[in-house]
């Protein structure tokens, strides 16, 4: 069983493992700018603004688990409160192993531990898939040039793309 604090960047539902009113406090570092449509941070899940889940819930064609949170500056005030965890929960098994650098020593045999290259079989995607996860790396999230297009047209702040084969590090 995976651990709770764990299910989110695995892609595993929340449900009522989710606590009620839960806040965010920004890093010290921080201090007065303004809060991007897509949060980053370093507990690998994806913190999104009420404008970015609009899109997604309208055009991603994904499942999607948006979980309300509130995002408070370092001494405590809150800022935002229409911010919400995405849960992407759909998972495809894509990569393709030959042509990414990838490395394997998760003790799960299907289980990526590292990414540091990506290419994908397109065959073994969904034709529909606008959004999701690599089966073998969860915490990786895909997301189509159609999708991408929309929310570049929206001018939504935050989002960093990798490109098929370009060079990255994900664990």
């Not at 009620?20 to 921080?30: A, C, K, T, W």
């Not at 809060?35 to 603004?49: A, F, G, H, K």
């Not at 001494?75 to 990838?102: M, P, Q, T």
């Not at 370009?166 to 664990?171: F, K, W």
């Amino acid at each position: 069983m995976i651990p709770k604090k764990w299910r989110i960047s695995a892609g595993l539902p929340m449900g009522h493992h989710f606590p009620p009113n839960l806040i965010f406090q920004m890093d010290r570092g921080h201090p007065g700018q303004a809060i991007p449509d897509l949060v980053s941070n370093t507990e690998r899940i994806s913190i999104v603004s009420g404008k970015l889940k609009s899109l997604l819930e309208q055009h991603a064609a994904a499942r999607i688990e948006f979980l309300p949170i509130s995002i408070a500056r370092a001494n405590g005030r809150i800022v935002a409160k229409d911010y919400f965890i995405a849960n992407v929960l759909d998972h495809v098994d894509c990569v393709d192993k030959a042509r990414s650098e990838v490395e394997e020593l998760n003790p799960d045999p299907t289980m990526l531990s590292g990414l540091f290259r990506l290419q994908v079989h397109s065959s073994q995607i969904p034709a529909e898939a606008r959004l999701f996860r690599l089966k073998s790396m969860p915490p990786a999230v895909l997301i189509r040039d159609d999708l991408r297009a929309i929310l570049d047209a929206a001018s939504i702040t935050g989002v960093k793309y990798i490109t098929m084969g370009e060079e990255c590090t994900i664990y």
